[in-house]
C-alpha cells in the first residue's frame, strides 16, 4: 500500500514494555527511598538553595483536585490511570515513531507507578 507507515515490530512493542516495567520499578524504588528518608527523619534536603527534597502524598489527581479520603477514590482513580495507560498502549502499538514509542512507555510507566502507589499506600 502506498503511503501507509509500516506499524512497530514485535521487538520494537516488546522494548516498549520493557521501558515500562523499568519505570515501574524504578518509580516504587525511588519512593520508597524517599518514604524511608522521611521515616528516618532526614527529609527535607536541601539540593539548592531554592529547591529542597520533601516528602509528600497526594490523595486526588493534579494539584490535589479529587482529593477525598472515600474508601474507593484510590480504586476508582487507580482504574481511569489504568484505562489511560491501556489507550496510550494502543498508541504504542500503532506508532511507527519509536521516539513516541519511547514517550508513550514513559508515561505509561509513570500512570502505573501512580496505580500501585494507590493501591499499595492509598495516595
Do not use: C
Request: cysteine-free; aromatic content about 8%; hydrophobic content about 55%.
Amino acid at each position: 500500500m502506498t503511503g501507509s507507515t509500516p506499524m512497530p515490530d514485535r521487538r520494537a512493542k516488546l522494548v516498549a514494555l520493557q521501558i515500562v516495567v523499568a519505570i515501574v520499578i524504578l518509580d516504587q524504588f525511588v519512593k520508597q527511598m524517599m518514604i524511608d528518608l522521611g521515616s528516618a527523619g532526614s527529609l527535607p534536603i536541601a539540593v539548592t538553595p531554592f529547591f529542597n527534597l520533601v516528602l509528600g502524598f497526594n490523595r486526588g489527581v493534579t494539584f490535589g483536585l479529587l482529593a477525598t479520603d472515600h474508601p474507593y477514590a484510590p480504586y476508582l482513580l487507580g482504574g481511569v490511570a489504568v484505562a489511560v495507560a491501556l489507550g496510550f498502549w494502543v498508541l504504542v502499538i500503532r506508532t511507527p515513531r519509536p521516539d513516541e514509542r519511547l514517550g508513550l512507555a514513559a508515561v505509561i510507566g509513570g500512570a502505573l507507578g501512580n496505580v500501585a502507589d494507590r493501591v499499595l499506600r492509598g495516595s
